[in-house]
């Protein structure tokens, strides 16, 4: 356990380990990166947009940023693995890529895949233009800590008129048998002009010590490319991360994204799309299904900034326990984003009287001729339904599996892999039997 006790201590412990660490890579960035960070810090809970996720003070108590665990302990990935689902694997063990347990089975012709310290190198005209250009880390202290710190990542490129047959399955896993594990991963992906990519990221702990984990991914989705994106966080009860997800769209593009999740000590989630261009159609949907002490903060925003475009953002959330929700949306709509359409939902169920949510959807509305919407509601189960499930000779708790079922599979119905969409379909029913 660190013995740190103020943020200001902790900044200084992150530059000195920054100041003697040795990097190969974007080190212009990383160094711009550090300096922000050393003089903003990272944000506590007087900063508005993390009052609700004091993980700055649960790094302060739960770790000691010099003791950093790489070494594992796994032989196998298999319990890891999303039955069934035949795809391109890439896997990150604390952090670092392990070749050893990854495959690439799509050919070249479809897609580019190499670590980011292999793309720095040959693919220098693309991550000059494409790296660190969507998060903003000077708004951000996590994303300028991301961006100082990655120790590897992913470099994914698509090239025009290309269908990736295959999907890619990311598996984050975090070992903490020997030790703590703090871990920085990074992604880039670029979708190229009418083609086709389909992501999976999963996260998932084993051991007892507590894991930190920073995450930084940067979407390019060019002209009339789809990208379905789908995000399943399950790490054990020990784990602390923040993850910045940053999505540009060209015209006539179709993003659709999905985010489930399920355990963690806390979890942040900061998700950005900026719609770039006109005739885009966006869809974005979130599911956190909380017990115990977990406490789960997604932050979006939505950013249409040229006509003619479509976005719907719907996320839901059970809590259960002691267990805590945070929801804040925001959709902007620039003066030039005529005829847009920008919808936004977030319903959540409280569980018992020691839950909690916190919900703030917003529109920010420059433009005259659009349809706008938001909303929020918060409640508990409907004792009427509950109520009619009975009185038909269902046993109350089953009743209550089942309209909470109803309640969740409205958001992951809209994924279009019939695997993954059984996988995600499992991981809610093993939930609602934990709870019942």
């Not at 880390?137 to 990542?153: K, R, V």
Request: with cysteine; charged share 20%; glycine share 4%.
């Amino acid at each position: 356990m660190s013995t740190t006790t103020t943020n200001q201590d902790l900044k200084n412990e992150i530059v000195n380990s920054f100041r003697a660490a040795q990097f190969g890579e974007a080190n212009e960035h990383r160094e711009k990166a550090i300096l922000q960070l050393e003089k903003s810090g990272l944000p506590d809970q007087k900063h508005e947009e993390y009052r609700f996720a004091p993980i700055t003070k649960a790094i302060e108590k739960n770790f000691t940023w010099k003791n950093q665990i790489s070494s594992f302990t796994l032989d196998s990935i298999s319990d890891f693995l999303i039955p069934d689902l035949e795809a391109n694997v890439l896997v990150f063990i604390n952090g670092s890529f392990s070749k050893s347990f990854s495959k690439i089975i799509s050919p070249e012709s479809q897609v580019k895949v190499k670590t980011l310290h292999e793309a720095f190198q040959s693919e220098k005209p693309v991550t000059d233009t494409y790296f660190d250009k969507l998060v903003n880390s000077e708004t951000d202290g996590y994303a300028a800590l991301n961006t100082a710190f990655w120790q590897d990542g992913m470099f994914i490129h698509v090239p025009e008129n290309t269908i990736v047959e295959k999907p890619f399955l990311i598996l984050h896993i975090h070992d903490s048998n020997q030790g703590q594990v703090i871990a920085h991963t990074r992604i880039l992906a670029i979708v190229e002009k009418n083609s086709t990519l389909n992501l999976i990221e999963k996260f998932d702990s084993i051991g007892s010590n507590p894991v930190f984990n920073t995450i930084t991914e940067e979407f390019e989705i060019k002209e009339h490319a789809q990208f379905e994106y789908c995000k399943i966080q399950n790490d054990n009860g020990n784990s602390y991360q923040v993850a910045n997800t940053s999505i540009r769209q060209s015209g006539s593009s179709q993003v659709n994204t999905f985010t489930l999740t399920l355990s963690g000590q806390l979890v942040r989630n900061n998700f950005g799309i900026v719609i770039d261009g006109e005739h885009c159609e966006s869809h974005f949907h979130g599911l956190y299904l909380l017990n115990n002490n977990t406490l789960a903060d997604n932050h979006t925003v939505v950013d249409h900034r040229k006509p003619n475009s479509f976005s719907n953002e719907m996320y839901k959330g059970v809590m259960d326990n002691n267990s805590k929700g945070v929801f804040n949306g925001k959709i902007f709509v620039r003066p030039h984003a005529q005829k847009t359409n920008a919808f936004q939902s977030n319903r959540n169920i409280l569980l018992t009287d020691t839950a909690t949510i916190n919900t703030k959807p917003q529109l920010e509305i420059w433009a005259d001729d659009v349809k706008c919407s938001h909303g929020c509601t918060s409640g508990q189960l409907d004792e009427e339904a509950l109520f009619y499930l009975q009185s038909r000779g269902i046993p109350k708790q089953k009743a209550k599996a089942m309209l909470l079922y109803a309640f969740a599979a409205e958001v992951f119905a809209p994924i279009k892999s019939e695997v993954l969409r059984t996988h995600i379909d499992h991981l809610v029913s093993e939930r609602l039997h934990q709870i019942f």
